[in-house]
């Protein structure tokens, strides 16, 4: 019997996780992929929003708000990339002045602190390569930047260290209500039983509701497409620039990532198959389109790729997190979109509230909140990179020849706490695969160290799903 099993291994699972994991808890996290953020946290913009753009009253105004003041605190504690960039919303006429005074003025109302109407000397002072049409810009300094999954990555692997179990390719098939428990049958026939559930399944967490809850829900899968540009492009911008937002989103943005790119995106368009990730010429043709409308003469030549994400939205516009009325112990998050990524941090605090409605909290004695990064090779000084190379060779030698990433780094990234077993398991721990040639170097160099380090035949080792062995692709 667990105390607590978690479904989904996103960044909203993974928060409640290490939240949860402060206290004397039995605890497990079952994910039906087989790592943590393959989903929504995989594929997004890595904005920890202000929350000047979201109504009063609402869920996502208070968790946004609030789980932006824990970015700097998390971020020393997990030793995650957390820049407060600041983001600029710009204003090209009357009416979208109009706008940024509004959203202002919400901003201030929910405690938003930073908030500045810049005019347009201002504004190109700041950022050269601003449309020069521009009228003014709402200045939010609060705003920062993270990578997602890197985030995601890091409070897993505390979590793991801090005694919560993960078990992957786990999908949950059935959910049996008994008298002070539930019991969860998986793909694979294995059953788990559990005092407290807690539904954080992304864009199938409408799945896992309709297993027990008599109010169904059905989550719109919304895509949406960007364009990843390199790190000379990446020089183009310092804050995270917003066009006035619409109904549907928050617009097309233009931002500097952590690790030095520039992303364009998102495109915002309703689907209805939740594994459709391809994108489109038209899509991507509009998107930069848009996006020029904010920053001059972006360098298409400069796309490295193009991705897509979806977002799980319901037409309340809200986030749903609750313990169902009928169903004691079983708490749901349903809608998490944006600002999800800078919401994690409150909605897990928020839920273990909810979790100590049905079971005693007892703090852990021995919780640690730490956890350190993976090592970044380049990152360190010549003496400092000589001492390493003389004590492990293996960092002498670089696999990804565009990130600079050596084969140490692969090896530490595979053995951590719940280590990569996929290229792309590694690529999101240690960047190798995303330069350039986005892999065409490295693939098989990597897919070989898997192989070494896990004992298995270099045949059954996957770029990502169970299905995508990589054995075929050549060296070059």
Known sequence: MRDVVIIGAGVIGCSIARELSKYNLNICLIEKDNDVATGISKANSGIIHAGFNEKNGTLKAKFNVEGNRLYDSLSKELDFTFKRNGAFVLAFNEEDLETLHNLKSNGESLGIEGLEILSKEEVLKIEKNINPKVLAALHAKSSGIVNPYEVTIALAENAALNGVDFIFDAEVTSIEKCIDSYKLKLKNNDCLESKVVINAAGLNSDYINNLINNEKYDLIPVKGEYCLLDKIAGNMLNKTVFQVPNKISKGVLVTPTVDGNLLVGPTANSIKDKYSLENTKDNLELL?????????????????????????????????????????????????????????????????????????????????????????????????????????????????????????????????????????????????????????????????????????????????????????????
């Open 288 to 476: 930069l389109q848009k996006a020029s409308n904010s920053i001059v003469n972006i360098p298409t030549n400069r796309i490295l790729t193009t991705f897509s994400g979806l977002r799980p939205h319901l037409e309340r516009k809200d986030f749903i997190v609750e313990e169902l009325k009928d169903n004691k112990g079983f708490i749901n998050l349903l809608a998490i979109e944006s600002p999800g990524l800078a919401s994690a941090p409150a909605i897990a605090l928020y839920v273990k509230d909810l979790v100590s409605k049905t079971l005693p909290l007892k703090s852990k004695e021995d919780f640690n909140p730490y956890r350190k990064r993976l090592l970044r090779f380049t990152e360190l000084s010549l003496d400092e990179k000589n001492k390493l190379i003389s004590k492990n060779p293996a960092y002498g030698k670089i696999v990804c020849k565009c990130e600079l990433i050596s084969e140490g780094e692969i090896v530490d990234s595979i053995n951590r706490p719940l280590g990569a077993k996929t290229v792309d398991a590694v690529k999101r721990r240690t960047r190798a695969t995303m330069g350039g040639c986005q892999g065409v170097g490295c693939l098989l160099p990597i897919s070989k160290i898997i192989s070494r380090e896990l004992g298995i035949d270099i045949s059954e080792v996957n770029k990502n799903a169970d299905s995508s062995p990589v054995v075929g692709f050549k060296e070059v």
